[in-house]
């Protein structure tokens, strides 16, 4: 058991139940925070906020949209940036985190490029062609970089894609069948980091994804439940709301139990059910003041059942519950 | 990753074997993770508005009647302790939860009633937070509950336009978060650790966003509770170099950036430094707003705006780039 690594909670706890005293517990809290690695996260720390800063400006220095600067040294300075950031990236090398931010930082510019030359030539296109266009072209740097982050910014940018598209063409698309498509692309993306892809595998890009994935589909469904029929919803929404939920126990219940995901899978369950159970018991023609106190009671019963099975996996996993 | 051996070989008289013993005990943690506890927070604040439509409904709570609210939040507020402190089960726990809730809300909104006044209500919030502090042991009621008596009074001095009130405020919580974290914290601070952490952010934003005083001393006690974060990290180490790089990155912030900055800085290393996820969260979500609200209230044209972030990433890229290698490594 010694050879584990020290936790300071763990720490804390040996000194509350008496096992350290004061002076050795805050001793060896100490040494335990001194011999973590600052040095390594003041470096993270600074690339990121850093290029978040830089790109940032960049964006904004283009947006203000330089009477003085002549079109080709607008265009050439965006492209000297992009060609640097591949050039650096290629140097650095593709699996280090500094070669991965300057491909994402290159696909950021292919954005700003996009906008400057729709804002130069005024093409009269739809917003929604840059950000297809955008998608495109950053393809194959979000394959070549196996970078999570800007596999998820990618996403982000499909989705900006499909809004923006609906809202200015709109045709095939409604509300329901955009909400579908937004959540099968989240589901797909997650479904794939968890089977082809381990290299996506990390607890913040799954919690991303299958928290957009269950809500893209909540939110048709539980209208389907409320008000079958509002804004094209059909059976088709409810199952496939369902059929997510039932692909993301399978994952993170059975195949590979994992407790942040299941928090995620048992808050979008809970509201599910209690929308259903709601509307039942609110449009029947029961005694209404006492539904109130029973619809609360069902409440505390939904939500205990899920904490009582995420308690349960918490102790399978031994994890803190 | 530093293991227990080499952590305890560094502090005299510890009996190792008692600390093995200890470990090897399989037991149940004192708090549940964050996520867990916030699905339980959500389940219990949907279940107290329906039981709270029932007693409206019921005309058990009369609106004109002052005396029915502190009936009533008596009652279920003492109800609640009463099963909390008895109960092992977890639906008894969330109903305690749930009844707490209903509990407090009519008792202030009955002391709201009586004083119409801000102020009593907040102080009445705070005064219940302490008591209930002992009298309810549950990590997520002491965190929901603190939580709650910080917003009163920050609405109270808001609502009096006290700008130099949060200012008090904020040296509070950042004198409470050092002297609570300074040594080995007890498990059952935890929950006001973590009520505080959230706390002293919002306080920041709300200074910054309703401006009604001067952001100098916030800015002032917050550069001193880095200078003393930045000692607290690196309290047990040897390297000095590295301490005086920290101390003078911390002087640079305190001058040329923002009260909400400098909290989102020193929340990140007190997440790193206590390796704890929900505080290292809380951190990067508030250093994301207070960037955007940093950038975003400077007056100054786009063109202007672009050269300073274009200079500031530059900047923080430049000081990465000499970081010594040996802290990297």
């Known amino acids: 058991?010694?050879?584990?690594?020290?936790?300071?909670?763990?720490?804390?706890?040996?000194?509350?139940?008496?096992?350290?005293?004061?002076?050795?517990?805050?001793?060896?809290?100490?040494?335990?925070r001194a011999s973590l690695p600052w040095g390594k996260w003041a470096d993270r720390l600074l690339l990121l906020v850093g290029t978040l800063l830089l790109l940032s400006g960049i964006v904004?220095?283009?947006?203000?949209?330089?009477?003085?600067?002549?079109?080709?040294?607008?265009?050439?300075?965006?492209?000297?940036?992009?060609?640097?950031?591949?050039?650096f990236a290629w140097r650095v090398g593709l699996e280090r985190l500094v070669g991965k931010i300057l491909v994402t930082s290159a696909s950021v510019l292919v954005g700003v490029f996009l906008a400057v030359f729709g804002q130069i030539y005024q093409t009269g296109a739809d917003a929604w062609t840059m950000f297809a266009a955008w998608s495109v072209l950053v393809v194959p740097w979000v394959a070549a970089a196996r970078f999570p982050a800007l596999v998820v910014l990618w996403i982000a940018l499909l989705h900006v894609t499909l809004i923006t598209y609906v809202s200015q063409v709109g045709d095939p698309f409604d509300f329901n069948s955009t909400c579908l498509t937004l959540g099968m692309l989240n589901a797909a993306a997650l479904a794939l980091s968890e089977t082809v892809l381990p290299w996506m595998r990390e607890r913040w890009v799954r919690g991303i994804l299958l928290c957009a994935a269950l809500v893209c589909l909540q939110i048709p469904a539980t209208w389907f439940i409320i008000e079958p029929g509002h804004d094209g919803t059909t059976v088709g929404t409810l199952l496939a709301y369902l059929a997510a939920l039932a692909g993301a126990w399978a994952a993170y219940r059975i195949r590979t139990p994992d407790l942040p995901a299941l928090s995620i899978w048992s808050l979008s369950a809970c509201v599910g059910?209690?929308?259903?159970?709601?509307?039942?018991?609110?449009?029947?023609?029961?005694?209404?003041v006492l539904t109130f106190f029973a619809f609360g009671m069902i409440v505390v019963g939904v939500f205990t059942a899920a904490v009582t099975m995420l308690r349960r996996t918490a102790r399978l996993l031994g994890e803190s519950a | 990753m530093t293991t227990w051996t080499t952590l305890l070989e560094q502090v005299p008289g510890v009996d190792t074997s008692r600390v093995e013993a200890w470990l090897s005990t399989p037991r149940e943690h004192a708090h549940a993770p964050w996520y867990l506890q916030a699905i339980t927070a959500v389940g219990a604040w949907i279940a107290a508005a329906f039981f709270m439509s029932f007693l409206f409904r019921l005309e058990?709570?009369?609106?004109?009647?002052?005396?029915?609210?502190?009936?009533?939040?008596?009652?279920?507020?003492?109800?609640?302790?009463?099963?909390?402190r008895r109960s092992g089960s977890v639906f008894l726990g969330q109903l305690a939860l749930t009844a707490s809730g209903v509990g407090q809300t009519l008792l202030l909104v009955g002391v709201g009633k009586v004083a119409d006044n801000w102020g009593a209500v907040a102080l009445t919030e705070v005064g219940l937070a302490a008591a209930l502090y002992f009298a309810y042991p549950d990590a997520l009621h002491r965190f929901l509950t603190c939580g709650v008596a910080w917003?009163?009074?920050?609405?109270?001095?808001?609502?009096?336009?006290?700008?130099?009130?949060?200012?008090?405020?904020?040296?509070?919580?950042?004198?409470?978060?050092?002297?609570?974290?300074?040594?080995?914290?007890?498990?059952?601070?935890?929950?006001l650790v973590y009520a505080f952490a959230a706390a002293l952010p919002a306080t920041v934003l709300v200074m910054q966003l309703w401006p009604e005083g001067s952001l100098w001393p916030p800015q002032a006690i917050l550069g001193g509770w880095l200078l003393w974060l930045c000692r607290w990290a690196g309290a047990g180490g040897e390297r000095r170099d590295w301490q005086a790089l920290a101390y003078g990155a911390v002087v640079a912030l305190?001058?040329?950036?923002?009260?909400?900055?400098?909290?989102?800085?020193?929340?990140?290393?007190?997440?790193?430094?206590?390796?704890?996820?929900?505080?290292?969260?809380?951190?990067?979500?508030?250093?994301?707003?207070?960037?955007?609200?940093?950038?975003?209230?400077?007056?100054?044209?786009?063109?202007?705006?672009?050269?300073?972030?274009?200079?500031s990433g530059i900047l923080m890229l430049g000081a990465r780039a000499m970081l010594p290698r040996w802290s990297v490594s």
């Open chain 2, 254 to 311: 305190a001058v040329f950036s923002t009260p909400g900055i400098l909290t989102a800085v020193g929340l990140l290393i007190l997440g790193f430094g206590r390796q704890d996820a929900f505080l290292t969260t809380l951190a990067v979500a508030f250093l994301a707003v207070f960037i955007v609200l940093f950038y975003y209230h400077m007056e100054v044209d786009l063109a202007t705006k672009s050269w300073i972030l274009m200079a």
């Open chain 1, 60 to 87: 904004f220095f283009f947006a203000y949209n330089w009477e003085a600067m002549g079109r080709f040294m607008k265009l050439g300075l965006i492209e000297g940036a992009l060609a640097a950031c591949l050039f």
């Open chain 2, 60 to 84: 058990l709570i009369d609106w004109n009647s002052s005396a029915s609210f502190f009936v009533w939040g008596v009652i279920l507020t003492g109800a609640a302790i009463g099963v909390a």
């Open chain 1, 273 to 288: 059910l209690l929308t259903a159970i709601g509307k039942g018991m609110f449009s029947g023609r029961g005694d209404e």
């Open chain 1, 1 to 32: 058991m010694l050879d584990q690594p020290a936790r300071l909670s763990t720490l804390e706890t040996l000194a509350a139940e008496g096992v350290l005293d004061e002076s050795q517990a805050a001793r060896a809290g100490a040494a335990l």
């Open chain 2, 151 to 191: 917003g009163l009074v920050v609405g109270w001095f808001v609502e009096q336009k006290h700008g130099e009130w949060l200012s008090v405020l904020v040296g509070v919580q950042a004198v409470t978060l050092a002297g609570l974290t300074a040594r080995s914290l007890r498990p059952a601070l935890l929950p």
